[in-house]
């Protein structure tokens, strides 16, 4: 799972680093699957098809601009000065997941997009320092929560992060927000987990697009998803998709 989780974060610092004005949303995607391929891995994402959605998954990214917050399809949309864009990626390696999602900012970056990437990547960094032998997920969801309404930010209800390992999707459902079943999961070393809090600044209606796949704000206001798959060891919370300096 590491070889996994760092061919996932090689991908989205390459994804980041080409996220400018003009470029397509298919092109971030072509960028991602010759990286993932020439890494000797393969794409959890590519034809992935679960009982709600109408059509296979088009691409090796989930591309999510402005009011989409997850799912987003890559398309021929060109990025726009200002854009916020959100990045999900997965690899597999010798038949192990890794899954990690950024959220940058394309070009100028408005001021209040700041502050909700600063929030989300706050969310995510309490969530994972909460996951540790012995806690539950109530005490990851109520990390992830808790940096979330400080800075007044609301989630995206009804999704989370999920147990990782031979399938990209796996039990236990990780909440970002405290519920009763996250009280009675309590975590061991050597469990792996993915922690994806997802937030926005308006209210938390939300709507799929036409395109079956892409989960949209209903106010139009914009969403940032960040996300780490993680390690839970007797020495703390190992980041599998971190990327490594070298
Ligand atoms: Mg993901
Ligand atoms: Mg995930």
């Known amino acids: 799972m590491r070889a996994a989780g760092q061919v996932v974060a090689q991908t989205l610092q390459a994804v980041r680093a080409a996220a400018v004005p003009g470029v397509r949303l298919r092109e971030l995607d072509d960028l991602a699957q010759t990286i993932i391929r020439e890494a000797g ?106 940096v979330a309404r400080r800075h007044g930010f609301t989630h995206l209800p009804d999704h989370g992060g999920h147990g990782i390992g031979r399938e990209m999707h796996e039990p236990p459902f990780v909440p970002n927000e405290p519920t009763r079943d996250a009280a009675r999961h309590r975590l061991r070393a050597g469990n792996t987990i993915a922690i994806e809090p997802m937030l926005h600044a308006g209210g938390s209606r939300y709507r799929t697009k036409k395109d079956g796949w892409s989960i949209a704000t209903a106010d139009g206001k914009r969403a940032a998803h960040v996300e780490h798959t993680v390690a839970v060891t007797d020495t703390g919370p190992e980041i599998l998709t971190a990327t490594t300096s070298r």
Do not use: M
């Not at 799912?71 to 997965?90: A, Q, T």
């Not at 700041?114 to 005490?139: C, S």
């Open 41 to 146: 891995a393969r794409s959890p994402f590519l034809g992935y098809q679960p009982s709600w959605a109408p059509t296979p998954f088009n691409g090796v990214l989930c591309l999510s601009p402005n009011e989409i917050v997850v799912h987003g399809k890559p398309n021929g949309r060109r990025l726009r000065d200002g854009d916020l864009l959100s990045i999900d990626c997965g690899a597999i390696v010798d038949g192990w997941n890794g899954d990690a999602a950024i959220t940058v900012r394309v070009g100028e970056a408005r001021y209040d997009d700041d502050r909700l990437v600063t929030a989300a990547e706050q969310a995510l960094q309490a969530g994972i320092a909460a996951a540790v032998p012995g806690a539950t997920l109530l005490d990851v969801a109520s990390a992830v929560d808790a």
